[in-house]
């Protein structure tokens, strides 16, 4: 098997002729793969994140899911923003994420500062 050729950002940049004005914000925490002769990149995120069994309290806050709410919709509540949802996931150790969350599902919504800790630590461990 041949292993996957790793891209930079800008590398990605170049062979999907993006503007230079994107944002790039996944392929600044993780590394871009592409398996050979494919035409889709990808993030081995999976990988790079892991969360012990026996998470702190202070470190998140307990959320229980609404009827028809999207991952992308919990993470704007907690951080103004859709593209954090897969640090959510990640804690939860949910990795179904396509098919949609139960209403009442109890997650575990990292504080934002524990947010900042977990995309630091995946930059360093790069």
Known sequence: ???PTKYDKYEVQSLLNLDSKSNFAMERIFNVYKQ???KHFYYN???RVDFPDNISPTTYTKYHVKPNEPWTLISYKFYARIDLWWIIAAYNKIDDTFTPLSPGTALMVPTPMMIRNIIDDI???V
Do not use: D, T, V, Y
């Open 123 to 125: 930059k360093n461990s």
């Open 1 to 3: 098997m041949i292993e």
């Open 45 to 47: 995120i999976l990988n």
């Open 36 to 38: 050979h002769g494919a």
